[in-house]
């Protein structure tokens, strides 16, 4: 009789170390999950920043046009937009691009990469050289993304253009 209590007792105790195991576990997978949850959405915040960014424009404003990109870009996007010039054709045509993100999504994630995709509404406006009237077109791009860790913040390091498409065309006169 005492064997077989002994042998509950050992069973019992394995049952509930088995237990706290599974418990631990179970927190320490929440756990990652909401900090993974946490560094989604700031890959998705930085993807959205830069779209936004690169795809708004103003003829009257080409410095903090640069500033914003070289802010939140790395290598060669970097680079790119550190040795960039204003188109002067941009700025003869008083051109203008608001640009609206319409969905973030990450598709692939490591510790200090990423990669995301972005859809976003451009309103491009600009003055037609020959006959001075405004030229209005609206699209919507897909683009994608990849990402870099640097220190706490997310940074752009490649980006291209996936699809552009004309929404609601307006007709010519």
Do not use: H
């Not at 890959?43 to 103003?58: C, N, S």
């Not at 490591?110 to 003055?127: C, P």
Request: proline share 3%; glycine share 6%; net charge neutral.
């Amino acid at each position: 009789m005492s064997g077989q209590r002994g042998a509950m007792f050992v069973i019992a105790g394995f049952a509930g170390l088995l237990l706290i195991m599974a418990v631990f576990s179970g927190w320490q997978g929440a756990s990652r999950l909401t900090n993974r949850g946490d560094e989604t959405k700031a890959v998705e915040e930085a993807a959205r920043a830069f779209v936004q960014a690169y795809g708004t424009f103003d003829f009257r404003e080409p410095e903090p046009y640069r500033q914003r990109l070289l802010s939140l870009s790395t290598g060669a996007v970097r680079d790119a937009a550190a040795a960039s010039q204003v188109d002067p054709v941009a700025v003869g045509q008083k051109r203008t691009i608001a640009t609206r993100v319409v969905t973030v999504s990450v598709s692939a994630m490591s510790e200090d990469e990423a990669t995301v995709s972005v859809s976003a509404e451009q309103l491009r406006k600009s003055i037609d050289l020959e006959s001075g009237r405004l030229v209005e077109d609206r699209v919507l791009q897909r683009v994608a993304c990849r990402l870099a860790r640097e220190g706490d913040r997310w940074l752009v390091s490649e980006f291209r253009l996936l699809a552009e498409e004309p929404v609601n065309p307006t007709p010519q006169r």
